[in-house]
C-alpha cells in the first residue's frame, strides 16, 4: 500500500485537458513540494514537474502542478497520444525520512 | 551531456547478494546525491536511500537497514549498491537516479536506464 493515494486511471480525448489526484498527509505533501513522474512503457521514470510547479527544460507547459492541503494534482491540457504512460507523484515524509512516491496513474489517450 | 549508466541484468539465487553499478558522466560527481530507486513489476517506485558521493554518508530507508550497503568510487564516478540475503520479493528493476539540478531542487532530475534483478531459485 502506498503513502500517497492516487487513483489507478484517469483517461481523455486528443485535446481534451485531464486531471490526477494525489492524496498525502501532513507528514508528506502538506509539508513539503510535490514531484511528478512519467514513465512511458519500458524505460525509466522522467521527472515532469518538480518543487510543485517547475518544469524541466524540454517538458512542455501543457503539464502543470498545483496543492492543497494534503493533496497534489498533476493536470495535462491539449492531450496527445504520446501523453499515454503511468504517472506518479513523490515527495518526502517527515514522519517516515524517507522519499514516499504514489501508487501510480495509468492515463489511456483514446 | 548528464549520463547515468547502470550494469546489466543479473538473475540470482534466494539468499545471494547483488551489486548493481551506476557510472556517471557528464557532470562533477561529488556535487549531486545519487538516490537508488526500485520498481517491482507491475508497482510503482519504492525509494531505498541515497548516497554523498562527496563524503560517502549513506541514509537508508528503515527497512532496508542492514540489508543494502550503497559506496562510491571517485575514480571512476560509479556509485555502487549490494543488496544482500536477496529474496523473491526483490525481484526488481533497481534504478540509480541524481537528485538535484543548478536550480537546488531536491527532485530526481537524471535517472538511470535500470537494472532488472531477478531471485529465483
Redesign the interface.
Known sequence: Q?VLTQPPSASGTPGQRVSISCFGSSSNIEKN?V?W?QQLPGT????LI??LN?R?SGVPDRFSGSKSGAAASLAISGLQSEDEADY?C?T?DDS?????????TKLTVL | QVQLVQSGAEVKKPGAAVTVSCKTSGYTFNSYYIHWVRQAPGHGPEWMGWINPNSGATHYVQKFKGRIAMTRDTSISTVYMEVSDMRPVDTAIYYCAREGDSSGSDAFHVWGQGTLVTVSS
Not at chain 1, 44 to 47: R, V, W
Open positions: 502506498s513540494s514531484n513522474y525509466a521514470p522522467k521527472l518538480y518543487s517547475q524541466p506518479y513523490s518526502w517516515l525520512n524517507a522519499w514516499v512516491f504514489g501508487g501510480g
